[in-house]
Each structure stands twice: as structure tokens, then as C-alpha cells.
T-cell receptor, first 113, second 113 residues
């Protein structure tokens, strides 16, 4: 039972380009949507997160866009850099499950110099 | 330094042997988690614990066991009943409040031959 679906599975972008990763969820009880970044051989780390009361959140070059009616959210990386090359996971949680997260399948991003 | 320490980083075991992965946190978090990561399948929850002396099965608990005798420690035993144990295992911790950040350790690579 996959409650959070992520696409694409892999993405190759040129330096300076925009990277876009999409996620869709099924459970309307979800109320917290974080993105995690993972470098090879390391544990994931929180990158940026959003709650459904706003449609967009920006932190530096990273932006989350959220569409509650479509049950979709996406991560945009502006001016992508080779150092952004990593695996990105979207996730979701609901208040009744505490901090327990349901993760998407992950997107492996490669930014070519 | 505050954080989550997993050990060992790399572990090789023969098929049929039980193996225990260690996880210690000094973040004073109530909740701890174990995830398994396989290529293309994202992060799958094995077990989680909201509080000392209590733990719950996640999505793929079969063939695994845990204990939570101390707030700081949440060891995972991979038993011989786990049919495909070779994977990257990640321990994490957080408060149990929805929306609080989940922090991950650096992971343990288990190879069963």
C-alpha cells in the first residue's frame, strides 16, 4: 500500500537548470509534508517542509509547491548545482500518527557540471 | 555532539545467523525508528517506539525484533527468519509530535552471504 507516490525515479539536470520532483498522496488526513535529502552512504536529512495551509514555501533555492485539491506537492530546485546531486524523498504524516512519516520511493538527482 | 550513532557501519554475516544493529541517541527524543532502504524502494519502516518499554510493528516487521529498555537505545536484531536481509538500515529519532523533524543516523550496511 503506497500512500505517497513520487516521480520521476531519476532525474538528470544541467548546472543552472531547474529540478522538479513531484509527489502525490492519497490520505486526506495527512497534514505535514517534508522533503528529505540523502547523500550516498549517509542518512537522510530534512531539507524543507510544508503544511497544507499554505500553497508555497521557499527556502533559498528550494521551493515546495502544494496543491491540496489535487493532493500533490512538488520540490523545485532553482539554479541546480552539482552539489545538489543526491536522492530526494518526499514524505507525509498525520497528527494521529505523531511524527511517523510515510515516504515516497525517492528520486535520484544528478546535476551535470 | 548531539546526534544518532549507529554501529557497526558495515557488517557481514553468514546466512542463518542472527545479527544485532546498535542505535544510540543523545537528543532526548521519545520516539525512535528503524527503516530499511533498498534501491528504488525508498524507506520502509520496520519498527518504531514512541516511549521506553513500548514498540510497534511497522510495514515490514517480519524477521526483525527490537527492544527499548532505555530512552537512548533502540537495537534491531535481524533474525534468520528474514528472507532477504542484505540492505542499508537506518535508525532515526524524534519527538512524537506531528511535524517535528525526524533525525537519521548514518546507517548500517548489512551483507548476508
Amino acid at each position: 500500500q503506497q500512500q505517497v507516490k513520487q516521480s520521476p525515479q531519476s532525474l538528470i539536470v544541467q548546472k543552472g537548470g531547474i529540478s522538479i520532483i513531484n509527489c502525490a498522496y492519497e490520505n486526506t488526513a495527512f497534514d505535514y509534508f517534508p522533503w528529505y535529502q540523502q547523500f550516498p552512504g549517509k542518512g537522510p536529512a530534512l531539507l524543507i517542509a510544508i503544511r497544507p495551509d499554505v500553497s508555497e514555501k521557499k527556502e533559498g533555492r528550494f521551493t515546495i509547491s502544494f496543491n491540496k485539491s489535487a493532493k500533490q506537492f512538488s520540490l523545485h530546485i532553482m539554479d541546480s548545482q552539482p552539489g545538489d546531486s543526491a536522492t530526494y524523498f518526499c514524505a507525509a504524516s498525520k497528527e494521529t500518527s505523531g511524527s511517523r512519516l510515510t515516504f515516497g520511493e525517492g528520486t535520484q538527482l544528478t546535476v551535470n557540471p | 555532539d548531539g546526534g544518532i550513532t549507529q554501529s557497526p557501519k558495515y557488517l557481514f554475516r553468514k546466512e542463518g545467523q542472527n545479527v544485532t544493529l546498535s542505535c544510540e541517541q543523545n537528543l532526548n527524543h521519545d520516539a525512535m525508528y528503524w527503516y530499511r532502504q533498498d534501491p528504488g524502494q525508498g524507506l520502509r519502516l520496520i519498527y518504531y517506539s514512541q516511549i521506553v518499554n513500548d514498540f510497534q510493528k511497522g510495514d515490514i516487521a517480519e524477521g526483525y525484533s527490537v527492544s527499548r529498555e532505555k530512552k537512548e537505545s533502540f537495537p534491531l536484531t535481524v533474525t534468520s527468519a528474514q528472507k532477504n536481509p542484505t540492505a542499508f538500515y537506518l535508525c532515526a529519532s524524534s519527538s512524537w509530535t506531528s511535524g517535528d523533524t525526524i533525525y537519521f543516523g548514518e546507517g548500517s550496511w548489512l551483507t548476508v552471504v
